[in-house]
């Protein structure tokens, strides 16, 4: 029987062709990164044909290693070298390497399970633990090699990707419990134990992506059928000019051919620094994690702790055992080079090819890796509303509590201003001598100013430890009045209460909350209110006044024509007494909900102006927290026409005084929205201990005949 045995192309290689190798293997503790296993080996040859059919390599050509004849390995190899008349080298990787040959397109993810995203960037075989599969991802993924979008996906659960004897990708957690013992009989000498610095803090960044309303260019340009675009920072709500999209994403659009462009729309990107103690020390140094942009809300913190126990450790430990079949990311027991029993997960192996292979082995003393049970993915949220009190169910020991203030009221709609008003006083003794007289029209007046908006209520944001069982006490404020109509201010939100903690300790922001779990809006500003339409300004003498400004849907009032008169008092020659030449009075300008007046002309003669519309209350505002809208402006007032009036020598006095227009009433501010509490924690899965059972009641068992035993 030969000890080791490797099957490629259609050759078989045995102890007799096999000179030395190493498969190598290393495992990222911490989840941030995928590690490649590569199986190296150098053979001797003498058969002519197996060189040259060697020779013939085909690049990710399956690779088999077997020891003992039980399969150790599949690889796929990378190159093959001759370095001898007789000898060959072969270098070859794991199903890692496969990811690493193509893009995966990343994308926004919205809650879509771990299970869905992996089947998106995976394009080999693999297997999900089921406690893995079913937990939701928010952030975004860029443009890059399925490798790394996986590892940001692993990063983000807390899970590792090893790949079995048979090439087959296995996402899964690493189990705590020690798998085996080294004893120091089979350790040579020579151990290193390697002393780290001491990390103080560790910082993850949470990261949050919102569809905006900012409108970007994303290409512009000529393209060919099949071109695809890729975007530097993701967008939605795509729109082509001058060709078609064929397939969209966040972070990229297939075209068909044409000339023109590409515009969409950008995500806002929202971060928040999320901080662990980890050790004390004079000398700050704190590990950052800013990149990982699937670390939201739910996982910040279970990433956060996860680091801190990692790097609570300080000691590692490199030696070369007689191999004894570890693996990267088991937990084993042995004695500590320097003194006492200690137990380390291992991290790194280089195995010899052999009848007894060693291994130089790489393992961090004194860690075990957190169990699935133990890290808290905010899986669970509650809204609360109105005053009470909650109970932090069984099983939760720590709430992330997001506090949102009541909304401030909108601000009042400002009055319109009235319209300018003409005026024409001639006195008996300035008519004595006859002669003209004029005054041209005045100004209209201008429609009243929106209230402005209410900003949203304060938001605050912490992770809290509680007691189940141990009611917390909390109370949302209520959303603030609107301002009255002429401008009046609207009242702030109250403060919403959750036990010491207020939403007073926040601030408010332009773009509000949004839930990342459900993407539902909350402590949004409201609208700002619609200024009136200014008034119409009257015609000078003879012609016909202005139209008073829309406000669609409402429309101002229409002015009045204007008219020229002739005549006298007491007798005598009309065309020789008295003439006089009016303009007609401007119409009223709209408000939004109100139409503006036209001047009343019972006789179609009138100088007067018309009145501006008043405006309407703006509708209510909806989402805890909204602050509220402002107040409708009232339209102006319509200013009356211009005049011209002359008369012969010996003529009475003459008084002309029209009438403008009022300026229409503003409307008051809406309320604000009362605020609310959201709170996200972790339930703690309950697992029961024993063997393994399928659903028909009998034990599973491994490969081997031997129960599974959780």
């Not at 590569?38 to 390599?57: K, M, N, Q, R």
């Not at 430990?317 to 990311?329: I, K, L, M």
Request: net charge negative.
């Amino acid at each position: 029987m030969s000890f080791d045995r490797i099957e490629y192309a259609g050759l078989t290689f045995t102890d007799d062709e096999i000179v030395d190798g190493e498969a190598f293997g290393a495992l990222s503790l911490t989840c941030d990164a995928l590690e490649i296993g590569t199986f190296s080996v150098e053979l001797y040859l003498t058969d002519p044909g197996a060189g040259a059919a060697l020779a013939e390599f085909r690049r990710n050509a399956k690779l088999l290693y077997y020891h003992r004849d039980r399969l150790r390995g599949t690889y796929y190899v990378e190159s093959v070298a001759r370095t001898g008349m007789y000898t060959y080298e072969i270098s070859a990787n794991d199903a890692l390497s496969l990811l690493d040959q193509s893009n995966h397109m990343g994308g926004i993810y919205t809650g879509q399970t771990v299970a869905e995203v992996v089947a998106e960037i995976c394009n080999i075989p693999y297997f999900i633990q089921s406690k893995l599969a079913g937990i939701k991802l928010y952030g975004w993924l860029p443009i890059a090699p399925r490798r790394s979008n996986l590892a940001q996906v692993l990063f983000a659960v807390g899970a590792i990707a090893k790949i079995d004897q048979n090439g087959v990708l296995r996402i899964e957690t690493l189990w705590n419990g020690a798998c085996s013992n080294i004893p120091e009989s089979r350790v040579f000498w020579g151990d290193k134990v390697n002393y780290a610095s001491d990390v103080t803090e560790v910082s993850v960044l949470e990261h949050q992506y919102i569809a905006g309303t900012e409108e970007i260019k994303l290409f512009e340009g000529a393209t060919v059928e099949g071109d695809v675009i890729q975007f530097s920072e993701p967008a939605h709500s795509l729109t082509a000019q001058g060709f078609s999209i064929l397939e969209q994403g966040a972070n990229y659009a297939k075209v068909s051919g044409g000339s023109g462009t590409l515009t969409g729309r950008k995500y806002i990107h929202t971060t928040r620094d999320v901080r662990v103690a980890v050790a004390e020390d004079e000398v700050p140094n704190v590990v950052t994690v800013t990149e990982a942009t699937l670390v939201s809300l739910t996982n910040s913190a279970a990433v956060a702790q996860r680091l801190a126990a990692y790097y609570l450790q300080v000691e590692s430990v490199d030696h070369e055992v007689v191999y004894g079949g570890e693996s990267t990311g088991d937990v084993v027991t042995m004695a500590h080079p320097y003194g006492g029993a200690t137990f380390a997960c291992v991290y790194e192996t280089a195995v010899s090819l052999g009848r007894s292979p060693t291994a130089a082995e790489k393992a961090v003393l004194g860690y075990a890796p957190p169990s699935m049970e133990q890290t808290e993915i905010l899986e669970e949220r509650v809204v609360l509303t109105g005053a009470g009190s909650w109970m932090p169910p069984e099983g939760v020991d720590s709430v992330r509590a997001v506090l949102i203030g009541g909304g401030p009221g909108g601000q009042g709609g400002e009055n319109g201003g009235a319209g300018g008003t003409t005026r024409l006083i001639v006195s008996v003794s300035e008519a004595a001598n006859g002669g003209s007289w004029s005054d041209p029209p005045k100004d209209p007046g201008e429609g009243g100013a929106g209230g402005q908006k209410g900003s949203g209520g304060k938001i605050f944001q912490t992770t809290i430890d509680v007691t189940p069982g141990a009611p917390i006490s909390f109370s949302c404020g209520m959303g603030g009045t609107g301002g009255a109509a002429g401008g009046g201010v609207g009242s702030p939100g109250g403060d919403t209460t959750f036990g010491s903690l207020s939403s007073a300790q926040g601030g408010a922001s332009d773009s509000g909350y949004t839930d990342p779990v459900t993407g539902e809006q909350y402590a949004r500003p409201g609208a700002d209110g619609t200024a009136g339409g200014k008034g119409g300004k009257g015609g000078s003498a003879g012609n016909s006044g202005g139209k008073g400004e829309d406000v669609p849907p409402n429309t101002g009032g229409s002015g009045a024509g204007g008219y020229k008169e002739t005549g006298s008092q007491g007798g005598g020659d009309l065309e020789s007494q008295t003439t006089q030449t009016s303009g007609g009075g401007g119409g009223g300008g709209a408000a939004k909900g109100g139409n503006g007046s036209a001047p009343a002309t019972p006789t179609g003669k009138t100088m007067n102006g018309g009145a501006g519309g008043s405006a309407t209350a703006p509708t209510g505002v909806t989402g805890y927290g909204t602050g509220g809208n402002g107040g409708h402006g009232g339209g102006g007032g319509g200013s009356t026409g211009g005049i011209s009036w002359s008369c012969t020598p010996g003529y009475a006095s003459c008084w002309i005084t029209p009438t403008a227009g009022k300026g229409g009433t503003g409307s008051r501010g809406s309320d604000g929205a009362p605020g609310c509490i959201i709170l996200y924690y972790s339930v703690p899965k309950k697992i029961m201990s024993g063997p393994v059972k399928d659903r028909t009641g009998r034990m599973v068992l491994d490969r081997l005949g031997r129960r599974i035993v959780v």
